[in-house]
């Protein structure tokens, strides 16, 4: 009979397997980012096109996700969907054109879209209560770990191979994870059924239409799509044509970013936790930290690179601080609610982190390319200040929505 510690490391193990390959795709063109333009001659708008197809599927499928979860269990769904993010790695290997590239890369967003869902869901069933903190921190780390992966790593990698020879080396580590999943996670019986169809979407509507929903949704949103399409694709090229650096100098830089990523998911977590002992609620701190993330948005914009390193590690950790708003709006819905609520979260962000990477490529288009084969200074200033503007409007509505339920707090 195994012991409580084995099990729990069967369940953790696996699905923070999975977050780590989903986070290592969705960040991993903006270090080859050059190579797909150089093979395939593709343009910015082009570009962002393409990586950003990652976030559409992803998003598209939150809300059946839930559904499944709920049905099925997280072991069978995310084994299943790991296979097509493999196949979209192969897919994406062996394109030879951007409709390819797109297919394959739709694909993956598709395959992974479960990693982070299905992970939490399972941490429901098989942790206490009193630990899930902690353990869904772990689990962003693992994340983070991925990003990591996907920058100096990966640049090293390219020495050896080509960024065909990278996503093959995906797929087969894809398809590892999804045996992992399924052969190693323990199935666990689950009490009770999960509601009819129609019960579930009439929950999905309660989410939707209420105003504490509504009050740190699009904040959260925005600012969380606008960290996923900046160090996701166009954190690379603006090392290169703004701070004027050398491909390996801006892959370590990237690399630093992702460290800060994973310190932010484990300091901001664990700074939530400790403040909520003393009557704090989370959002403070997420809001607090959203703040500081335009800050550091509006030196980019300024394209201040006096000390890049700097600016990108304050990045890292600040654009982390959405992912607080989940456990806030946990804590403010019923508990037979909460999957809907993250994934109905999700949903937002991840259709607004499309948007903004395929949005900021399009503004950046709108500009020549420069006499070294790069993207326009100015063209980086317009994208990435669209995505503060919005971010300043979000802050904006949430003040005043705020304002709006203190004078109607019992309504929702």
């Known amino acids: 009979m195994s012991t409580p510690l084995t099990r729990h490391l069967r369940v953790f193990i696996p699905f923070a397997g999975g977050y780590f390959l989903s986070y290592l795709y969705r960040v991993v063109n903006a270090v080859l980012a050059p190579d797909l333009v150089a093979d395939l ?10 990586t950003s197809t990652y976030f559409l599927t992803f998003a598209a499928f939150q809300i059946p996700l839930g559904v499944l979860l709920d049905r099925y269990g997280p072991r069978k769904i ?23 590239l797109v297919a394959g890369r739709a694909l993956i967003g598709f395959g992974v879209s479960a990693c982070l869902m299905a992970a939490f869901t399972a941490f429901v069933m098989w942790f206490p209560t009193e630990r899930l903190a902690q353990i869904n921190g772990i689990q962003m780390a693992a994340g983070g770990l991925g990003a990591l992966t996907a920058t100096a790593p990966v640049e090293a990698a390219l020495k050896f191979t080509d960024w065909r020879g990278v996503f093959t080396l995906l ?27 129609s019960g ?13 929903f509504w009050r740190i949704a699009p904040l959260t949103t925005i600012s969380q799509a606008s960290f996923f399409s900046i160090q996701g694709l166009w954190a690379g090229p603006w090392l290169r044509d703004v701070a004027g650096l050398e491909r390996t100098a801006a892959a370590g830089i ?32 997420a809001v607090g930290g959203m703040s500081g993330f335009m800050l550091i948005q509006g030196l980019l914009v300024a394209q201040w690179v006096g000390m890049p390193i700097v ?71 317009a994208g990435f200040g669209m995505m503060l503007a919005l971010q300043a409007i979000g802050m904006l509505w949430f003040v005043a929505m705020s304002i709006y339920l203190r004078r109607a707090p019992a309504k929702k």
Do not use: C
């Open 41 to 50: 001659g593709i343009g910015p708008a082009e570009l962002g096109l393409l």
């Open 78 to 100: 995310e084994a299943i969907l790991l296979i097509f993010a493999a196949t979209g790695a192969l897919v994406f290997a062996r394109a030879d054109s951007l409709a390819g």
């Open 171 to 197: 797929a087969a580590l894809t398809l590892a994870a999804a045996a992992a999943v399924f052969f190693i996670v323990p199935d666990k019986p689950r009490k009770g059924g999960a509601g009819s169809l």
């Open 200 to 212: 579930q979407l009439r929950g999905i509507g309660e989410v939707f239409t209420s105003p504490v």
């Open 254 to 285: 990237l690399l630093a970013v992702a460290v800060a990523m994973v310190a932010g998911f484990i300091f901001l977590g664990t700074l939530a936790q400790r403040l909520g002992r003393v009557g704090w609620r989370p959002i403070g701190v």
């Open 311 to 381: 600016v990108w590690v304050l990045f890292g950790i600040l654009g982390t601080s959405g992912i607080v708003s989940y456990a806030d709006l946990s804590q403010r819905f019923p508990a037979h609610l909460t999957g809907r609520v993250n994934t109905g979260l999700n949903l937002l962000v991840f259709v607004a982190a499309f948007a903004a990477q395929w949005g900021t490529g399009a503004v950046i288009n709108l500009w020549p390319a420069t006499s070294s084969g790069g993207y326009d200074p100015a063209a980086y200033r």
